[in-house]
């Protein structure tokens, strides 16, 4: 399993580039051949909101088929772009090696199917 994670800050409105994750591009990337599920990990700092959002893919391969030929490059939908004040510009790859994390006890039951 191949991951990548991208990070971007934001001094307004969060809670709108939140909403537009879960509703929006989260549920574009589970129609994705080999994407296998992600987190929006968000940090309240006291002077701007950072959010790092991991995506989990099959292989190297699904990733490029998703963010093309360079795919270093981190891959923000233009909407997310003006929503943030700051975007790292590449994306930082890993693969998995061990997990220990089973997919329902990461869904606490605030959470809606669409949340995920």
Do not use: W
Not at 38 to 57: H, I
């Amino acid at each position: 399993m191949h991951v990548i994670g991208a990070v971007g800050r934001n001094f307004n409105d969060a809670d709108t580039y939140e909403s537009l994750l879960k509703q929006k591009v989260l549920p574009e990337l589970k129609k994705l051949e080999g994407y296998r599920g992600g987190y929006v990990l968000r940090n309240d700092g006291p002077r701007e909101v950072e959010f790092v959002v991991v995506n989990l893919f099959d292989s190297l391969d699904a990733v490029k088929r998703f963010a093309g030929d360079n795919h270093t490059t981190a891959v923000f939908e233009p909407e997310a772009t003006r929503l943030l004040s700051r975007i790292e510009p590449r994306a930082t790859h890993y693969d998995v090696r061990a997990n220990t994390v089973a997919v329902e006890t990461l869904k606490p039951s605030s959470f809606k199917d669409t949340d995920l």
